[in-house]
């Protein structure tokens, strides 16, 4: 059995939630308040030994519930993975635009080809 605990960050803006099952952390969920009148709902993640047992639904609900009940009238968007668009749904949200995650190795700079940090543009 799990419990679900509120999580107090200094981050700006955020606000979270942990799953403890027998004195270990084995799940977390989190949101950003923005401006606007947004909300911003981050992510979730459950260890993969503790999946399948309601956990993720569990820490959806705590915050889906605080949210209506502690910023009616706000916006609340969030980009998701295939498998968690159900859910979505299901609460009445609607699908947009499709992100596709990207990732490279951090390696070194080859100064002889950089370009100044001030003169890059802010593509994502």
């Not at 979270?16 to 799940?27: C, N």
């Not at 949210?67 to 609607?94: M, N, R």
Request: charged share 20%; glycine share 6%.
């Amino acid at each position: 059995m799990h419990t679900i605990t509120p999580f107090h960050t200094h981050a700006q803006g955020l606000e979270g939630w942990l799953a403890i099952e027998d004195g270990q952390t084995v799940g977390h969920i989190f949101m950003q308040i923005e401006l606007e009148r947004r909300i911003k709902f981050l992510d979730a993640w459950v260890d993969p030994s503790h999946r399948r047992k309601g956990i993720f639904r569990s820490l959806w609900e705590t915050r889906w519930s605080y949210v209506t009940t502690t910023y009616p009238d706000h916006t609340v968007y969030a980009w998701c993975l295939p498998e968690s668009l159900p859910l979505l749904i299901e609460k009445g949200f609607h699908a947009g635009e499709v992100c596709t995650y990207v990732e490279r190795p951090v390696q070194p700079p080859d100064n002889s080809r950089s370009i100044p940090y001030s003169e890059c543009p802010v593509t994502c």
